[in-house]
């Protein structure tokens, strides 16, 4: 649990003895690709730490399915809006190549937050970081175009190596058809 160690570390100054018992409280879990850790319906119940791999949330079914987030290794997250009202989530969260998750329970998390203020602390962190980003995609789709959204979302090469271009496309809000033409016209 190294890799989630030096991730707090990273948001947070803690101590050791702290870091201990928060981290004994994670478990480890390898999901295979297109596994789903959460389908729509369900109530969220864990936070998770991607060590590696990569998700996306998507709602829809089948050719209809629309990819509304995309999360990677290194990242700290969870269905928020079901996790936090306790209410069935209205996402699938399905993993886009095998992936290492690192979780745990939100009833740990609800102790570890009593126990811990420095915990509390993280919290806030990790929350307003993915509030930040939820803006920006939000601005992004107000303000830039659609080639203009895939050369932001190309800035990290490496996710779109690991995408399907359906699933880019639908993240971008925009069709595959349209992604093609768009890619053309950059080369």
């Known amino acids: 649990m190294k890799e989630l160690s030096d991730f707090i570390h990273s948001r947070i100054a803690i101590k050791e003895s702290d870091m201990e018992v928060i981290v004994s409280k994670f ?21 998770f730490y991607i060590k590696s791999g990569g998700l996306r949330f998507f709602y829809g079914e089948f050719d209809e399915q629309l990819t509304a987030w995309i999360v990677f290794q290194n990242e ?24 290492q998750l690192i979780y745990i329970e939100k009833s740990d998390m609800d102790k570890l ?12 962190i990790t929350w307003e970081a993915m509030a930040v980003r939820k803006i920006d995609k939000i601005i992004s789709f107000q303000t830039l175009s659609a080639e203009e959204r895939y050369l932001d979302f190309m800035a990290n090469s490496e996710l779109v190596k ?11 809000g925009i069709t595959p058809n349209a992604l093609s033409r768009i890619r053309k016209n950059i080369k």
């Open 113 to 124: 937050y009593k126990q811990f203020p420095v915990w509390q602390e993280f919290g806030r």
């Open 27 to 47: 478990k480890e879990k390898t999901v295979k690709k297109g596994q789903l850790i959460l389908k729509r319906g369900q109530v969220a119940s864990q936070y």
């Open 76 to 99: 700290f997250f969870t269905e928020i809006s079901s996790l936090s009202t306790q209410t069935p989530t209205r996402f699938n969260v399905e993993a886009i190549e095998e992936t």
């Open 162 to 172: 690991r995408i399907p271009v359906k699933q880019i496309a639908s993240y971008l």
